[in-house]
C-alpha cells in the first residue's frame, strides 16, 4: 500500500492492562471476543520482542534488515535530542509478525451521512474505528455493520502507539520503508506518546501526523540529502493535493445528505433525509464520479506517479473518506500552531497540551481559527 493511503491504529496495547475493567463494563459476545482478540494480538507482539542491537550484532541477520534497524536507532536519538520526543525504552525491540498488517482498521458510517460511527472504550474514550489483530474478525465486523445500513471500510495497518502501556517494538510491517517513510512512522508514534486526548481521533491524528512530517523534513535536512529531502517534498506535495480532493468530495456530501455540525464542529446527520433515498442515492454517485474524474486529470499533473491508484481502486464510500478526515481535517491547525511558536517543538508541545486540556467544544472552534490563520497562540 502507498505511504500517503496508510492508515494508522494508535491505541490498542492498553487493553491488556485494563482487562478486568472492560469485562465488568461490556457485554455481549461480539464485544468480549473483540477485547479478547486485543489481548492476543498484543501478547503475541511484546512475546516475540528481540533486541535489535543484538539483532544487528549477529551475522544471520540479513543486511537489509541490519541497515534499517541501524538506521531506526539513528533515527531515535534524532527523535530525542532534535525533536524532544519521549523515545525512553522505544523502538529498541524488532518484532516479526510474518505478516503484511498488524491490524485490520474498520470504519463505518450511515449510508447518507459522513458523519463516522464512534466506539467506545474504556481510558481512550470514543474513537472512530475497531482494530482486530488478524483480517477474518475484521471483515466479519465490516459484514455486520454492512447488514445494519452502514458504508464500511476496511484497511491494513502497519503501525500503531501503545501510548506508554508498553516500549513499542519496531514492527517487520513498517521496517522496510524507505527512509523518509520510516522517519515519519517513528516520529509519528512517538508523537502521541507525548500528547493525547482522550475520545478525540481527529486531533490526535493531525496533531501526530504534523510531528511526523515535520520531523521527517528536519531529519532529511540534517543528513543533507538534498536529492531525498527532494523527493520527499514532491511527494507532501501530491498527498496536499489528495488531501484536498477528498476533503472537497467529503463537503460536497455533506450538502447532499443534510448534515450539519454539532457544538463541537463534528459532522452529524440530519435528522431527515432531504430528499428520497433513491435521489440522494443517485446524487451520492454522482459526486464519487466527479471524485474519480478529478483525479484522473489531477493525475495527469504528475508526471506518470501513480501512487493514490490502490486507494481509488477501492470502493468509493462515505467511511472511505473519513479515513483521510480523521488525519488531516485540523492538519493546517497544527501546521499554524507550529509556526506561531517559531517551529520550537517544546513550545509546540506546549501548546498542544494547553488545547488537549480544553473542553472538546472550545478546542475544536480554536483549531477552526487556527486554520483560518488566527495568530493569537493558545
Request: hydrophobic share 35%.
Amino acid at each position: 500500500m502507498n505511504r500517503n493511503s496508510k492508515q494508522r491504529v494508535t491505541r490498542a496495547g492498553w487493553l491488556l492492562w485494563n482487562l478486568p475493567a472492560v469485562a465488568v463494563c461490556c457485554s455481549g459476545c461480539h464485544t468480549l471476543g473483540y477485547y479478547a482478540q486485543a489481548v492476543k494480538g498484543q501478547y503475541q507482539i511484546v512475546a516475540h520482542r528481540e533486541p535489535i542491537d543484538k539483532l544487528i550484532a549477529d551475522p544471520r541477520t540479513p543486511a537489509p534488515l541490519r541497515e534499517q534497524l541501524e538506521l531506526v536507532e539513528r533515527l531515535r536519538a534524532f527523535a530525542g535530542k532534535d525533536l524532544k520526543l519521549p523515545v525512553d525504552g522505544h523502538y529498541l525491540k524488532f518484532t516479526d509478525l510474518h505478516r503484511p498488517y498488524v491490524v485490520w482498521n474498520v470504519q463505518a458510517a450511515p449510508r447518507f451521512s459522513v458523519q463516522p460511527k464512534a466506539w467506545w472504550y474504556p481510558v481512550v474514550g470514543s474513537l472512530d474505528y475497531r482494530g482486530y489483530f488478524s483480517e477474518r474478525p475484521a471483515r466479519d465486523c465490516a459484514r455486520r455493520m454492512e447488514a445494519r445500513g452502514f458504508d464500511v471500510c476496511v484497511d491494513g495497518v502497519d503501525a500503531y502507539s501503545t501510548l506508554g502501556w508498553f516500549n513499542d517494538p519496531v514492527l517487520s510491517t513498517f521496517v522496510n520503508r524507505p527512509e523518509p517513510e520510516l522517519a515519519e512512522v517513528l516520529f509519528h508514534e512517538l508523537g502521541h506518546q507525548r500528547v493525547f486526548a482522550p475520545g478525540d481521533t481527529d486531533f490526535n491524528e493531525a496533531y501526530a501526523t504534523t510531528v511526523g512530517q515535520e520531523g521527517a523534513r528536519r531529519w532529511l535536512r540534517s543528513e543533507g540529502n538534498t536529492n531525498l529531502y527532494a523527493e520527499y517534498m514532491a511527494s507532501l506535495g501530491r498527498n496536499d493535493q489528495f488531501v484536498h480532493l477528498i476533503l472537497n468530495a467529503r463537503q460536497r456530501l455533506e450538502a447532499v445528505y443534510g448534515d450539519t455540525q454539532d457544538e463541537n464542529g463534528n459532522v452529524k446527520a440530519a435528522r431527515k433525509l432531504p430528499a428520497p433515498p433513491g435521489q440522494l442515492l443517485l446524487e451520492k454517485q454522482r459526486v464519487f464520479d466527479e471524485l474519480r474524474r478529478d483525479y484522473a486529470r489531477l493525475k495527469s499533473g504528475w508526471g506518470g506517479y501513480s501512487g493514490y491508484d490502490g486507494w481509488f481502486g477501492e470502493e468509493l464510500n462515505n467511511a472511505r473518506l473519513n479515513t483521510i478526515a480523521n488525519y488531516y481535517d485540523y492538519l493546517p491547525a497544527f501546521q499554524q500552531l507550529l509556526r506561531l511558536n517559531g517551529g520550537n517543538m517544546e513550545k509546540f508541545y506546549g501548546a498542544v497540551e494547553r488545547l488537549s486540556a480544553m473542553p472538546e467544544e472550545k478546542r475544536h472552534l480554536r483549531l477552526r481559527e487556527l486554520a483560518r490563520g488566527n495568530s493569537r497562540p493558545p
